[in-house]
């Protein structure tokens, strides 16, 4: 077997064990039909003397006309039909060239409408023995035949006849812990009114499985009575015969296991024994068949109920976690809190230290001293996570039910109204008047004011100096497949205190999500927003929450008469992934640092806590994956910096006020946040991200970031199969070849895309970033990608340099020196300066320039406002559009190479 696997490395193993037992059941036939006529050809493999035995029982049973001597085989087969009729085909086809048709049957065991199928030579011997209108239904109807019974079935709650005497599961595929099991429900008989005990069926299990019978052996704790000497043999080509009997004179409990070496014994049969043998005895009287079902039942309970005690998170290890800037060490020291004066000095670390981003196109903010980076294209698909226990203050599913969050979740009735309030607001896209919906709960009425005829006016803020946990919440699913598997649930999380959760939603998901979340506010985006990316949803929370933050400012303004209470109004909403699941906050002490789970209610409050706080424009904590929780420090902790600058993703506290001349990018699907806050830190906004509370992210299985690409019908964004899209995940798994076409070409339904044009293009540059679009930024890592203005992943291995508007300070900090390997130019909007600006720029020899814009006319506008025809040579064949049928506007694309000096 294992010279084979070494063979045959690509074949899996359960498939390499049924092939090899078929090998062992037809040379045993072909052993049998030369004993008994000698001019018969020998058999090219031989088979063991187990495989022997039982062929040679099962032949001798009865004469070949005469009513047969019962002697049942049953072989346990992998959970695949097609190998149980694979090797019924073979056993029939062995027994007719050896001439023992009338010997025995072969019968198939699988499952669903198949059954039991007993081969037609046989069947017409029974049926003449039984009558005509004879057919099995069960196991023990097999009493009285010989046969050999090939199951790809679970056996549990079985009843074997009582004629059984082979069991054969050297081809099963078992669980952990199957093989008791498997061996419990052999000892479970039909009943009779004969009072001799059944026949002990040897039992045959591949060698490897011993271990797990011993374990299960030492696992128990009261005492055995000594063991009946039993037939066992073993040793041979990796077998073991275990005999299963039962011991006189004990009660009903719980069958026990008995390992015992047996003495050496010379001959191999079932009443002596071979050297190295093992013993097993299920103590009892025989029973009906209860209890290695019970036992069954019972380990996959236990199996379940410690598998809800575990929850499954992502464990990416830190990325580029030694890029700390050198002046955060000295203005951080062991503060509880930081320091808003010297915090906004230290530099903003642009560099991404999430895990999942570790296949990503790093950012550099300079292009001195730039190591060669590791190609991690590789590991891109890679999927890494963890089991940890569940704490009290983990966020929860919908799967989740207890006495405590019922209520929250279903209200006081599941029956109470809800309201449906219209709010109207600009379209970007459009830029035009649309209309937003929020789906209220009579229960959460409070949260709100109306005016006198019920229309909804804002959301209630609180003051700075009371309950932080009235600040909003926010959370906006947009990928999710079964809309029950977010982490709505806070209340475990927040420890039962009051609290406003809003849910994004899309309106052609408001009904699924009503019903797994009957209780929770929903705000609801317009129909026209079905296919839009996680950009629209964080502009939308960002734009709402502070539009509503102006108007409560003037509706207390009002109600004060002239007081400055007004002026108190906190202006943050805190934004949450619902994919965070649990929090741990990092202590530092003289006696020891530890790591303790603690609730998201504990965290928002230490955040909101913050001194000066209404100067930050974000505050958050990092997400680090479990082996930084269970020790080692997370990014920063390890150098005492429990406070700095750097990107903040999946729990934001926001303040709409300091950022509301920085809206996030409506139109994008990916990475919005690390444009975010790029945009942030280019305005020279400060952002504070405490180092030493962190968050863990929960996997949660078949999600995509936009299940809406695998909708029904082209409307949803399905592309043609023919086309090769299937769908958008996390990692990209489409073909790219056909996004882009001549600008010229017509796109019909039988030629486009159905996705929309900015996804289009996200993707492209993602898979094709670091080849078509910038091969030389992949040769030359020294040499980054020039990024005017946003940030795209170009691949792994590629380093992009952020360059915000306008380049005058980026321009003015390059050293002679400094040379990029391509220009990345995303819907430029103000041309008028950045001619000059980036003439300053140096570019290395094969230097690619790309440039996107809304139109073909805009496109080629900016190609002579930039005066990049100086430098840069184009072709018209790299003037491209994307292929989208229908939906939103083409967007264009234009590639060139660098022909400048370098």
Not at 346 to 363: C, E, M, N, T
Request: glycine content about 6%; proline content about 6%.
């Amino acid at each position: 077997h294992n010279s084979l696997l070494y063979k045959f490395v690509e074949t899996p193993s359960s498939v390499m064990r049924v092939f090899l037992l078929i090998e062992q059941y037809v040379a045993a036939l072909s052993d049998a039909a030369r004993a008994s006529t000698p001019g018969t050809r020998a058999s090219t493999r031989s088979a063991t003397a187990h495989t022997q035995q039982i062929v040679s029982t099962l032949t001798s049973t009865g004469p070949p006309h005469g009513p047969p001597r019962a002697c049942v085989v049953y072989v346990q087969l992998p959970p695949v039909a097609s190998f149980a009729r694979k090797m019924a085909d073979e056993l029939k086809m062995a027994r007719r060239d050896a001439g023992l048709d009338g010997r025995f049957a072969v019968v198939t065991w699988c499952s669903g409408a198949d059954g039991l199928s007993v081969d037609e030579v046989y069947t017409l011997k029974l049926q003449g023995l039984k009558g005509n209108e004879w057919a099995p239904l069960t196991l023990t109807d097999l009493g009285d035949t010989p046969c050999v019974v090939l199951s790809s079935c679970q056996t549990a709650g079985v009843t074997f006849p009582r004629t059984l005497m082979f069991c054969d599961l050297r081809a099963a595929a078992f669980p952990e812990g199957g093989a008791y099991d498997a061996l419990g429900r052999f000892s479970r008989y039909e009943r009779s009114n004969s009072a001799d005990p059944p026949t002990l069926p040897v039992v045959l299990v591949p060698k490897h499985r011993l271990e797990a019978l011993r374990g299960r052996q030492s696992a128990r704790s009261r005492p055995l009575p000594s063991p009946a000497p039993a037939a066992v043999s073993s040793s041979v080509d990796g077998e073991v015969v275990v005999v299963v009997a039962t011991a006189e004179g004990e009660g009903r409990g719980d069958p026990a296991i008995v390992l015992n070496r047996s003495a050496p014994g010379g001959a191999r049969n079932r009443g002596q024994t071979a050297s190295g043998g093992v013993v097993l005895k299920l103590s009892g009287p025989p029973q009906m068949g209860k209890t290695g079902c019970y036992l069954l039942f019972m380990r996959q309970l236990s199996t379940h109920l410690k598998q809800l005690q575990y929850i499954e998170v992502y464990a990416y290890p830190l990325h580029n976690a030694d890029t700390v800037p050198v002046h955060s060490v000295a203005a951080n020291g062991c503060s509880q809190w930081p320091d808003y004066e010297d915090l906004s000095t230290i530099p903003f670390d642009v560099s991404l230290h999430k895990g999942q981003y570790r296949d990503y196109s790093q950012i550099v903010n300079t292009t001195h001293h730039l190591e060669p980076v590791t190609d991690t294209s590789d590991v891109a698909t890679e999927l890494k996570l963890c089991s940890v226990p569940k704490s009290k203050f983990d966020a929860e599913d919908a799967q989740h039910i207890c006495n405590d969050c019922s209520s929250y979740r279903f209200g006081d009735s599941k029956n109470d109204p809800v309201a449906v309030h219209s709010l109207p607001f600009k379209s970007p896209f459009t830029n035009s008047d649309t209309t937003l919906q929020f789906v209220i709960p009579r229960s959460k009425r409070r949260h709100f004011t109306f005016t006198d005829k019920g229309e909804l006016i804002t959301m209630r803020l609180n003051r700075t100096q009371e309950a932080m946990l009235r600040c909003p919440i926010f959370t906006a699913c947009t990928r999710r497949d079964s809309h029950n598997t977010g982490l709505l649930n806070l209340h475990h999380a927040l420890e039962g205190a009051d609290h406003l959760h809003i849910v994004a939603v899309r309106q052609c998901e408001v009904l699924k999500f009503r019903e797994n979340w009957p209780n929770h506010i929903l705000m609801v985006l317009p129909q026209t927003w079905n296919m839009v990316g996680r950009g629209a949803f964080l502009y939308m929370v960002k734009e709402l929450s502070y539009q509503n933050f102006l108007l409560e400012r003037q509706r207390e303004r009002l109600a004060a008469s002239g007081s400055s209470k007004h002026d108190d109004l906190s202006p943050f909403v805190i934004v949450i992934d619902d994919q965070c699941c649990s929090w741990n906050e990092y202590k530092i002490s003289d006696t020891g640092d530890c790591v303790s789970r603690i609730s998201l209610k504990q965290v928002l409050e230490k955040l909101l806590r913050t001194p000066k706080i209404t100067n930050y424009a974000l505050l958050g904590v990092q997400s680090v994956s479990p082996d930084q929780r269970c020790g080692s420090p997370p990014c920063h902790t390890a150098g005492r910096i429990r406070f700095s600058q750097t990107h903040i993703h999946d729990l934001l506290l926001l303040n709409v006020e300091k950022t509301h001349r920085i809206p996030y990018d409506y139109q994008r699907y990916f990475d919005e946040d690390i444009q975010f806050d790029l945009d942030m830190a280019s305005s020279r906004l400060t952002i504070c991200c405490f180092n030493s509370l962190s968050l863990m992210l929960r996997h949660i299985p078949n999600s995509k970031p936009y299940p809406f690409i695998e909708a029904d019908g082209p409307e949803w964004g399905q592309a043609p199969a023919a086309r090769g899209v299937t769908g958008v995940g996390g990692t990209v798994d489409q073909t790219t070849d056909n996004f882009f076409v001549s600008p010229d070409m017509t796109v019909t339904q039988a030629n486009g895309i159905f996705l929309p044009p900015q996804l289009m293009v996200e993707i492209f540059l993602r898979k094709e970033g670091r080849g078509a679009v910038f091969p030389a930024a992949l040769e030359s890592p020294a040499h980054p990608v020039l990024s005017v203005s946003c940030y795209f992943n170009l691949g792994a291995g590629v380093n992009v340099r952020f360059a915000p508007t306008p380049l005058d300070g980026v321009a003015d900090d390059e050293s002679r020196d400094a040379a990029y390997s391509g220009l990345l130019l995303y819907r430029v909007k103000d041309t008028s300066c950045m001619a000059d600006q980036l003439k300053r720029f140096k570019f290395i020899k094969g230097a690619r320039l790309c440039l996107v814009s809304a139109d073909r006319t805009i496109l080629r506008q900016t190609v002579i406002n930039l005066d990049l025809e100086d430098q840069w040579r184009f072709k018209i064949k790299n003037e491209l559009k994307t292929a989208n049928f229908e939906g939103s506007p083409n967007l264009f694309m234009l590639t060139g190479t660098y022909d400048g000096a370098p």
